[in-house]
C-alpha cells in the first residue's frame, strides 16, 4: 500500500478558504476544519450524491469538497498557530477501509490534532477504538429518526443497529454526536422523542435540515425551529420530553412559563448549529443570503426574536 501521506483527501471549500488552497472570501467561516475521505463508499442513503460509491460529483450536502495530498493537509492543519480548533474527518461506509481509516486518525492524533470522526451505526467497535487511538468524538450518521425513515432513507435495518449504538453511547457518555436529518419524513413528535432517547443516556445530536440534492423537500424552517428548541431544551437544559406537548406530531407547547422558556434559550443558542464544540459547519444546509437553518454564528437580538416567533410555539403562559 502507498504511503498514506501521499493519499488524496478532500476538505470543504470553506475550509480551503481558511488554509490558504483556494482564494475566495466568504462571509461565514469554518470553525472546525471539515475532510471528507470515503474511498469506496457501500452506502446507499438516499439524500447523499455521494452515494453508492458515485465519486463524479465533487459534492457532499451542498458543500463542494476539493481534493488535495493528505500530507499537505495535515502540514496546513499542525501550524502555529492553528488555523481550527477541531478537525472533522468525515468518511463513507466501508469495513474493508476501516485499517487506512485508522491510520488517517493515527496520523491526525500523533500531530496533536483535536479531531471526531464520523462513522454509520454499525460502527461501533471502530468508534471505541479511535477513540482510545485519541479521537476526541465521534459522529454518528442514524440520520433517520426512527426505523420506517432509516430502512427508507438508509437501507438498513433499526432494530440491528439502534441497541449497539444505545451501548456505544452508554459506553462513552458526552463522546457520541448522533447525527438526524430533520425533513426524512419523522414527524416531529417521533424525531424529539429518539433525541430524548439519546441524551438520556448521555449521548448528543447533531441536527441537520434535508439538503434536498437527490430529490425530496427542505424541511420547513417553522417545523426546524421546533426541533432545534426542543433539542437544545432537552439535551442542555435537561428539560424532559414530558414537559412538551404534541399534537397531531407536531410540536405544539411548552409546559413551562414564556419567561422561563425564553431565559433557556440563551440569546438564540438553541439555533446554532449543534454538534461537537466548535463544529459551525457554514452553509452545509443552505446558500449564502438564506436564512440559515443552524446558524454558524452568534444571532443578533433581531434574529433571534424571527427565528422564536417562526417556531410559533406555545408556552404555558
Ligand atoms: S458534529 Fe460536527 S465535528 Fe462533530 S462529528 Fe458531526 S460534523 Fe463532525
Same mark, same amino acid.
Given at each position: 500500500?502507498?504511503?498514506?501521506?501521499?493519499?488524496?483527501?478532500?476538505?470543504?471549500?470553506?475550509?480551503?478558504?481558511?488554509?490558504?488552497?483556494?482564494?475566495?472570501?466568504?462571509?461565514?467561516?469554518?470553525?472546525?476544519?471539515?475532510?471528507?475521505?470515503?474511498?469506496?463508499?457501500?452506502?446507499?442513503?438516499?439524500?447523499?450524491?455521494?452515494?453508492? !460509491?458515485?465519486?463524479?460529483? &465533487?459534492?457532499?450536502?451542498?458543500?463542494?469538497?476539493?481534493?488535495?495530498?493528505?500530507?499537505?493537509?495535515?502540514?496546513?492543519?499542525?501550524?502555529?498557530?492553528?488555523?481550527?480548533? *477541531?478537525?472533522?474527518?468525515?468518511?463513507?461506509?466501508?469495513?474493508?477501509?476501516?485499517?487506512?481509516?485508522?491510520?488517517?486518525?493515527?496520523?491526525?492524533?500523533?500531530? #496533536?490534532?483535536?479531531?471526531?470522526?464520523?462513522?454509520?451505526?454499525? &460502527?461501533?467497535?471502530?468508534?471505541?477504538?479511535?477513540?482510545?487511538?485519541?479521537?476526541?468524538?465521534? !459522529?454518528? #450518521?442514524?440520520?433517520?429518526?426512527?426505523?420506517?425513515?432509516?430502512?427508507?432513507?438508509?437501507?438498513?435495518?433499526?432494530?440491528?443497529?439502534? =441497541?449497539?449504538?444505545?451501548?456505544?453511547? *452508554?459506553?462513552?457518555?458526552?463522546?457520541?454526536?448522533?447525527?438526524?436529518?430533520?425533513?426524512?419524513?419523522?414527524?416531529?413528535?417521533?424525531?424529539?422523542?429518539?433525541?430524548?432517547?439519546?441524551?438520556?443516556?448521555?449521548?448528543?445530536?447533531?441536527?441537520?435540515?434535508?439538503?434536498?440534492?437527490?430529490?425530496?423537500?427542505? =424541511?420547513?424552517?417553522?417545523?426546524?425551529?421546533?426541533? &432545534?428548541?426542543?433539542?437544545?431544551?432537552?439535551?442542555?437544559?435537561?428539560?424532559?420530553?414530558?414537559?412538551? #406537548?404534541?399534537?397531531?406530531?407536531?410540536?405544539?407547547?411548552?409546559?413551562?412559563?414564556?419567561?422561563?422558556?425564553?431565559?433557556?434559550?440563551?440569546? !438564540?443558542?438553541?439555533?446554532?448549529?449543534?454538534?461537537?464544540?466548535?463544529?459551525?459547519? =457554514?452553509?452545509?444546509?443552505?446558500?449564502? #443570503?438564506?436564512?440559515?437553518?443552524?446558524?454558524? *454564528? =452568534?444571532?443578533?437580538?433581531?434574529?433571534?426574536?424571527?427565528?422564536?416567533?417562526?417556531?410559533?410555539?406555545?408556552?404555558? !403562559?
Amino acid at each position: 500500500m502507498k504511503n498514506l501521506l501521499e493519499e488524496k483527501i478532500r476538505v470543504s471549500y470553506g475550509t480551503a478558504i481558511v488554509l490558504g488552497l483556494i482564494e475566495a472570501r466568504q462571509d461565514v467561516a469554518p470553525t472546525t476544519a471539515y475532510l471528507l475521505w470515503d474511498t469506496g463508499c457501500i452506502g446507499s442513503c438516499s439524500f447523499c450524491p455521494r452515494a453508492n !460509491g458515485n465519486s463524479r460529483t &465533487q459534492k457532499l450536502s451542498r458543500i463542494i469538497w476539493p481534493e488535495f495530498s493528505f500530507s499537505r493537509i495535515v502540514s496546513l492543519l499542525s501550524a502555529q498557530p492553528r488555523p481550527f480548533r *477541531r478537525v472533522c474527518l468525515q468518511t463513507g461506509f466501508n469495513p474493508e477501509k476501516n485499517e487506512t481509516l485508522k491510520e488517517f486518525a493515527g496520523i491526525l492524533s500523533n500531530k #496533536g490534532l483535536n479531531f471526531s470522526v464520523t462513522l454509520s451505526p454499525s &460502527q461501533t467497535k471502530l468508534a471505541s477504538e479511535l477513540l482510545e487511538m485519541g479521537a476526541d468524538h465521534i !459522529g454518528i #450518521g442514524l440520520d433517520g429518526a426512527s426505523p420506517d425513515m432509516y430502512l427508507t432513507h438508509k437501507k438498513k435495518n433499526w432494530e440491528t443497529d439502534w =441497541p449497539f449504538l444505545l451501548k456505544l453511547i *452508554r459506553m462513552h457518555p458526552g463522546k457520541i454526536e448522533v447525527h438526524l436529518i430533520f425533513g426524512l419524513g419523522d414527524s416531529e413528535e417521533q424525531f424529539c422523542q429518539t433525541i430524548s432517547e439519546i441524551t438520556k443516556i448521555g449521548g448528543q445530536v447533531s441536527l441537520f435540515a434535508l439538503t434536498p440534492v437527490n430529490g425530496g423537500t427542505a =424541511p420547513n424552517l417553522s417545523g426546524y425551529r421546533r426541533v &432545534q428548541i426542543f433539542r437544545y431544551l432537552n439535551e442542555i437544559k435537561s428539560i424532559k420530553f414530558e414537559d412538551f #406537548g404534541f399534537h397531531d406530531g407536531k410540536l405544539s407547547q411548552i409546559k413551562l412559563s414564556f419567561e422561563y422558556v425564553l431565559q433557556q434559550l440563551d440569546q !438564540g443558542t438553541c439555533f446554532r448549529t449543534s454538534g461537537c464544540g466548535d463544529c459551525n459547519r =457554514p452553509y452545509y444546509n443552505e446558500r449564502p #443570503g438564506q436564512i440559515f437553518y443552524n446558524f454558524p *454564528r =452568534p444571532l443578533t437580538s433581531e434574529e433571534f426574536k424571527e427565528a422564536l416567533e417562526t417556531a410559533e410555539i406555545q408556552t404555558s !403562559g
